[in-house]
Nanobody, 118 residues
């Protein structure tokens, strides 16, 4: 069993910051990419940022320069530091883990709500 435990969501005002964390535990090996997606009401889930084991990062244009993704490979944990939050960042944020161990795999967290008030 693999679990992705997310934390750090909440309600903040525009301009403030939040830090999300996601720890992967259980029988999980050879993680390649860890990332964050988000889904706002009535919208499709979209990539926010992801990071490879080697540290290569990828950001959505809408968050580039405001959000920073990082990971601790030893702890199988990924972080998303969010600065200068905007109301349009309001969404459920999902942790995502992809890798390969005999076959490709992908896991999702349960989601954490981020609400930014204006």
């Amino acid at each position: 069993q693999v679990q992705l435990v997310e934390s750090g969501g909440g309600l903040v005002q525009a301009g403030e910051s939040l830090r999300l964390s996601c720890a992967a535990s259980g029988s999980i090996f050879s993680i390649n990419v860890m990332g964050w997606y988000r889904q706002a009401p009535g919208k499709q889930r979209e990539l926010v940022a992801d990071i490879t084991t080697g540290g290569t990062t990828n950001y959505a244009d809408s968050v580039s320069g405001r959000f920073t993704i990082s990971r601790d490979n030893a702890k199988n944990t990924v972080y998303l530091q969010m600065h200068s939050l905007k109301p349009e960042d309001t969404a459920v944020y999902y942790c995502n883990v992809r890798g390969y161990f005999y076959r490709p795999y992908e896991y999702w967290g349960q989601g954490t709500q981020v609400t930014v008030s204006s």
